[in-house]
């Protein structure tokens, strides 16, 4: 599909709109089709004539309009795109949206503390759903809060924290992502995949209930039972286990460090992860169970100097019964990277940071729309690199592509 003029593919995005009123959906079009001709500009620049500013800035601040209203319509056509595949690989995580510049944007909240100086912006837990090709098909969830002095679990005790129902905690919304994502993939094969914070019990549980696979790193050598049934730590049982071949990995540059190789010794064993590991006795714990898992895990022995070694340890509750079952997890797992990514264009190409629309519950409106322009650049960016000989500007336009790819190419 040819889309130097960015409207066919907003007008089929966006063609089960729920809005009660036609304007606005309507509204919605033309500010998505501005941004997206323009993605590293502002509201102000992007939509260039007076009058197409102030219709924005009242979408935005409209009553009528939320998040998921200007998601849903995306929720639905990405199922859509998921149908030609087997299996969707369901790709979460959380990112801090940083406004600390904006001080005078009304509703944010400090979600990070160093040194004491406070950090003040949004939080953004996103579900991507991307094939096992790694093409990324579209945001399934989304979820975009601000953090009240309740959250910040750290002034807890261990014991007081484990307590609180999973509800009442922000590590609930792995566990919603997983909800919705099921919700709205009806019938789909989904694979959950997340990173050491997505290591959370009754996100296990949950996936147990619900019948949802799941690919987590682990965020530590937890109690675990063999099938001998012996109690032991994690590391001490896969310490005992042969090597059981050697995987080469590509790994991206992050953060300053650059890209590159790794070997690593491959692992994996069946384990029965522990309902009670440390014996805490609370009513709630009555509804816990020991849940069946495999672990596939990762060993860097001779990392270059001075970088730290990798050492990836991969819970799953698909089967792993042989070496191209475990590479297939970890195929699984490297996909994680594609929410970073996500990220890193809703920030450094669609500038979402930069947006001062003065209040959070507006910013929430504009990240939401931000998101489904930056999947899209992605998306594009995706199948520029597998139809090489195609021109970059019969995919997307040609301001999308020249600043998506100074985002993904640029080193720092």
């Avoid at 837990?125 to 399934?140: E, R, W």
């Avoid at 989304?142 to 750290?154: E, P």
């Avoid at 996100?203 to 109690?231: C, K, M």
């Amino acid at each position: 599909m040819t889309q130097n003029d960015a409207s066919s593919w907003i007008q089929e995005e966006f063609s089960s709109h729920a809005f009660s009123d036609d304007r606005l959906h309507k509204r919605l079009l033309k500010i998505t089709k501005s941004l997206a001709e323009a993605p590293t500009l502002s509201i102000n620049q992007a939509c260039a004539e007076w009058a197409a500013v102030k219709g924005a800035y009242r979408f935005f601040d409209n009553n009528s309009v939320s998040s998921d209203l200007i998601l849903d319509p995306h929720y639905r056509i990405t199922y859509e795109r998921s149908l030609p595949d087997d299996r969707i690989l369901i790709v979460q995580d959380t990112s801090k949206i940083n406004y600390d510049s904006h001080r005078a944007t009304e509703g944010l909240s400090s979600y990070s503390t160093s040194k004491g100086f406070e950090t003040h912006g949004l939080i953004t837990h996103t579900a991507l759903a991307v094939n096992t090709d790694g093409v990324p098909l579209g945001v399934i969830d989304q979820k975009t809060w601000t953090r009240s002095i309740d959250d910040d679990v750290k002034e807890l005790s261990e014991y007081k924290n484990y307590k609180r129902p999973i509800e009442e905690k922000e590590s609930y919304r792995w566990i919603e992502a997983l909800k919705k994502s099921k919700e709205r993939m009806p019938d789909k094969d989904i694979v959950i995949v997340g990173d050491r914070e997505n290591d959370i019990y009754e996100f296990f549980q949950e996936a147990l209930i619900e019948d949802v696979n799941f690919v987590v790193r682990s965020s530590s050598p937890r109690t675990i039972e063999d099938t001998s049934g012996l109690h032991q730590n994690m590391d001490h049982k896969l310490r005992k286990l042969p090597e059981m071949g050697r995987v080469c990995l590509h790994i991206p540059a992050k953060q300053g460090v650059a890209a590159r190789s790794a070997v690593l010794e491959l692992r994996f064993t069946e384990v029965m992860l522990l309902s009670r590991p440390r014996g805490i006795k609370i009513a709630r714990s009555d509804t816990r169970v020991d849940i069946p898992l495999n672990v596939v895990e990762l060993v860097e022995r001779n990392p270059p100097k001075g970088i730290k070694a990798l050492h990836w340890r991969i819970l799953t509750n698909l089967k792993v019964n042989n070496d191209k079952e475990a590479l297939e997890i970890i195929h699984y797992y490297k996909q994680r990277w594609q929410i970073e990514t996500f990220f890193k264009i809703l920030k450094s190409t669609c500038k979402v940071e930069d947006c001062r629309l003065g209040h959070a519950e507006k910013l929430i409106k504009f990240i939401a729309l931000k998101s489904i322009i930056a999947w899209r650049i992605y998306w594009a960016t995706m199948l520029r690199r597998e139809s090489s000989e195609l021109p970059a500007d019969c995919i997307i336009t040609t301001a999308e592509w020249k600043s998506a790819w100074v985002t993904l190419n640029y080193k720092k």
